[in-house]
Structure formats: structure tokens, C-alpha cells
């Protein structure tokens, strides 16, 4: 979506945005709608992936510090990554 693009371009690498996608398709079989929460901590970043009810389903941490946003969240749903004010 333009939001996902925008930040891909400004503020997130790609690989990044890549990977997030990566984990989504995995998990989309069984659960249509992912909610993505990227977490930036002292130590780096922070991803939980949960059913959009609070049921993680899986989480990962990065030791990366190159993001500048403290707090995120993404929906994934119909193969599309899009922050929740497009959803």
C-alpha cells in the first residue's frame, strides 16, 4: 500500500519490510488476518505477530537500531501489508 511504501522508502529497509512479509504469507493460511507489532527497544527491534485478538503467533527480535520509529503497528490480510488508517 502507499503508507507501506512510504516507510519502506523513509524510514525502513526493504529487506525488512521483506522479511515481515515473508513471515506473514507463512502464517496466512491459517490465520487471514495478522496484526504485526515492531517494537524498538535498547537492544533492537522487537516483532510480535499475533490474530489480531492478542494470540501470538509468532514473534522475532533484530539487533538493529537503524529504525527511527519507537512504535508500529502493520495489518496483513489478502497477501497485503497496510497500516491500520488504510485497513
Not at 7 to 21: D, E, K, Q, R, V
Not at 41 to 65: A, F, M, P
Amino acid at each position: 500500500t502507499e503508507g507501506v511504501y512510504w516507510l519502506a522508502i523513509n524510514h525502513f529497509p526493504h529487506w525488512f519490510i521483506y522479511g515481515i512479509g515473508l513471515v506473514c504469507g507463512e502464517l496466512e493460511p491459517k490465520n487471514p488476518f495478522i496484526t504485526v507489532t515492531l517494537v524498538r527497544t535498547r537492544k533492537g527491534i522487537d516483532i510480535t505477530y499475533d490474530d489480531g485478538n492478542g494470540n501470538t503467533l509468532e514473534s522475532k527480535h533484530y539487533d538493529t537500531l537503524t529504525i527511527p520509529i519507537q512504535e508500529i503497528k502493520f495489518y496483513y490480510t489478502n497477501k497485503t501489508l497496510l497500516l491500520p488508517s488504510e485497513y
